[in-house]
């Protein structure tokens, strides 16, 4: 019984700490008005210490003045990042007009 417990446990932890995937979203203007999304791939060696290919939300954006900025590190992002040790860590930002 008390070995049940304890892996259940671990089980619990490992899951809450594989659902932190972190996202940032920020608005510009007064955020976005339809459903128009753009998406890009950011792309970082060595935990992102260095920048490979960074998006640009401005031109991500186009002539909108008004949208909503998602930058997220997804679960596909962290598998990837897992797979290999850190050396590849992609982002996905998300551009909402």
Not at 46 to 56: F, M, P, Q, W
Not at 85 to 93: A, L
Request: hydrophobic letters at 35%.
């Amino acid at each position: 019984m008390k070995k049940t417990v304890l892996n259940l446990t671990c089980v619990l932890a490992i899951s809450l700490m594989m659902t932190s995937c972190y996202t940032l979203t920020y608005s510009v203007g007064e955020g976005a008005k339809s459903g128009v999304e753009v998406t890009e791939k950011n792309h970082y060696l060595i935990y992102g210490l260095a920048a490979l290919k960074t998006s640009d939300p401005t031109k991500m954006a186009g002539n909108a003045t008004d949208y909503t900025v998602t930058i997220q590190h997804s679960f596909v992002d962290g598998l990837l990042s897992a797979i290999t040790f850190g050396i590849y860590t992609p982002t996905t930002t998300t551009i909402q007009k």
